[in-house]
């Protein structure tokens, strides 16, 4: 005999809304959770976006200290966490216009508009950091190239493929489409595998993913 799940368990609430109203009801512990649980995520993407480990900590703070000020602007429609990641993401594109007054900063910069054709056999390709770049100078040689892609691209890979939020979160969280997130990943990962792929290349042209700490990236 097969159970039904009740469909009231896929509806349940989000455990963070619950913090999220104890501190707006004075319970400011209740807030300091929420900072425990996100505050090395939210370090992480300000730290791509940035580029610079002291602006990122700043950014973090700045974030977590402006979502407590407009907490009550959170209408629990979406995550915390997604909304969170908004703040975060502004706080440090302001940070890199204050840092390069003479350079207008933009979600859209690099970004064609015309997405043209891509190789079919690419589409589904998503590096897990942790899976395929265990050691350290692997993870190095990642992280060297993401910070290298257009910062449009790299900001929709961070979300989607490091820190795992899903493409509709993503979306909300960078007031873009779902199509304008899933062209630009796309993009990202053609990209990323493109880079990476002089650091992993063998003999006969295939790429070798699971290179060996020690190894050259010619191979020799």
């Known amino acids: 005999m097969q159970t039904i799940q009740s469909p009231a368990v896929e509806n349940e609430p989000h455990p963070d809304l619950a913090l999220v109203e104890r501190v707006r009801g004075g319970d400011l512990a209740a807030y300091d959770t ?57 706080e440090s594109l302001m940070r890199l216009r204050k840092r390069r007054t003479a350079k207008t900063v933009s979600m859209d910069d690099d970004i064609e508009t015309e ?17 395929n ?6 993870t190095e040689i990642l992280t060297k190239t993401i910070q290298g892609l257009p910062r449009g691209f790299r900001v929709v ?16 969280a960078l007031g873009l489409s779902v199509p304008a997130v899933k062209s630009r990943l796309l993009r990202a990962r053609l990209q990323l595998r ?12 295939t790429l070798n993913l699971n290179a060996k700490r020690g190894s050259s990236p010619s191979g020799k």
């Open 34 to 90: 929420l900072v425990r649980k996100y505050e090395r995520q939210v370090f992480r993407i300000a730290q791509h976006i940035t580029q610079n480990r002291e602006d990122a900590e700043d950014v973090t703070q700045d974030a977590f200290l402006k979502a407590y000020e407009k907490l009550d602007q959170f209408q629990g429609n979406s995550k915390f966490y997604t909304w969170l990641v908004r703040i975060a993401v502004n």
């Open 115 to 131: 997405e043209g054709f891509v190789p079919r056999d690419f589409a589904d390709w998503s590096p897990s950091p942790e899976q």
């Open 133 to 138: 770049y265990g050691n350290t100078e692997l």
């Open 157 to 172: 890979f961070v979300l989607r493929d490091v820190e795992n939020l899903s493409t509709e979160e993503t979306a909300e």
């Open 194 to 205: 493109e880079r990476l792929s002089k650091y992993f290349r063998r003999p006969d042209g």
